[in-house]
């Protein structure tokens, strides 16, 4: 069972769903943790969070199990996977530890270690005892074969299950059709990366819980130009935070200061070049080639978008650098490649993928 629908998330330490009005485009979402602080936000992109709050989580019964949260890295899979199971264990008034929570590459070196030591049942009271199993990245398990049968006897055995995966059950190929059909039959939930909005509400708040504010224009220049994925921009605030005054508001300016003339001494058109030809299996060459073949074309606006936009190099320079194109081909290339990434969602996720291996490099 598959939703269209998609979530968002904040904060990874989330346990609670319930929805406050924040705006339009962003709900806020308290935490029943002891963590006070905890925030859940999410926009309009992943709306199907509002199926996993309070009372209509326990509407999910064991007919919904497995469920899986797939979707590209940094969305906050994970996260969402513990509010969840925090969730569950609460509509069920059973203590959180009484969850077992593993990921791909540990539960098959645990069952590896379990076969070598032939205490395959020991392995399997592990989990089985336990009413709830959390499974983080699937996809790490797909190609490991000997493991297979072992998730095949999981999914019967556990009335509930959650998992994780970078991709939907359908393209995760090298599983066997006795494991994809399992999944199918649960629920699948999508995960989106959050909207610029929804990235400049979690910015505005992150910022409020250290008695900080920061101007829109502010936070939507962050958003869009540094903050591709949730961890990073955990990271880029925390840098903030070292860098200025949270006493003073926020401005345009200082962001500028932080993180702009950093990155655009850091990141050279080559670096730049290196990440999109790596993403789009090409090489350099292939971007600075005057090839009209589209692949080429596609790849060399994405880098000549990300090199403009992302860090301010002028259209001469960028021209110069690939094949010495002119500054009106530059620009041609520029508007192309922006007019298709407000069209087309594969190319943008393509396009935060790229940036955030880019500001991988930096941190």
Not at 54 to 82: M, T, V, W
Not at 143 to 152: A, V
Not at 335 to 353: H, M
Request: hydrophobic share 35%; with cysteine; glycine share 2%.
């Amino acid at each position: 069972m598959t939703f269209d629908s998609i979530f968002s998330l904040q904060n990874p330490t989330l346990n609670e769903l319930s929805t406050t009005s924040l705006s339009r485009s962003a709900k806020r979402v308290p935490s029943r943790s002891r963590s006070a602080d905890s925030e859940l936000i999410f926009g309009p992109e992943n709306n199907l969070l509002s199926v996993l709050t309070n009372d209509q989580l326990k509407l999910l019964d064991r007919h919904q199990f497995p469920i899986l949260i797939y979707g590209p890295s940094g969305c906050g899979k994970s996260a969402i996977a513990e509010i969840i199971s925090q969730n569950f264990c609460h509509t069920r008034e059973l203590p959180t530890r009484s969850c077992f929570k593993t990921n791909g590459n540990d539960f098959f070196r645990d069952f590896i270690d379990a076969i070598n030591l032939d205490e395959l049942q020991e392995f399997r009271s592990s989990y089985l005892k336990h009413p709830l199993i959390v499974l983080d990245s699937i996809q790490d398990l797909a190609k490991r074969k000997s493991i297979h049968n072992e998730l095949i006897y999981l999914l019967d055995h556990c009335s509930h299950v959650i998992l994780t995966s970078s991709l939907h059950p359908n393209d995760l190929d090298l599983f066997p059709n006795q494991i994809t059909s399992r999944l199918l039959d649960g629920l699948c939930l999508p995960v989106s990366t959050p909207s610029v909005e929804t990235k400049m509400r979690i910015i505005e708040n992150e910022i409020s819980k250290f008695c900080g504010t920061i101007q829109a224009e502010a936070a939507r220049w962050l958003a869009e130009n540094e903050c591709p994925t949730i961890p990073i921009l955990k990271e880029k605030i925390s840098r903030l935070r070292i860098k200025l005054d949270f006493q003073n508001e926020i401005d345009l300016e200082s962001i500028h200061r932080v993180f702009k003339a950093r990155d655009i001494n850091s990141v050279s058109l080559n670096l730049i070049s290196k990440v999109v030809a790596k993403n789009q299996s090409l090489k350099i060459s292939d971007l600075k080639s005057q090839s009209r073949k589209r692949v080429f074309v596609q790849a060399r606006g994405l880098a000549i978008f990300i090199a403009r936009t992302h860090y301010q190099y002028k259209f001469e320079e960028i021209g110069q650098f690939y094949g010495n194109r002119d500054h009106t081909t530059v620009m041609h290339a520029l508007q192309k490649t922006q007019r298709d990434i407000n069209t087309d969602p594969e190319l943008k996720k393509c396009l935060d993928t790229i940036i955030a291996s880019i500001q991988s490099k930096l941190n």
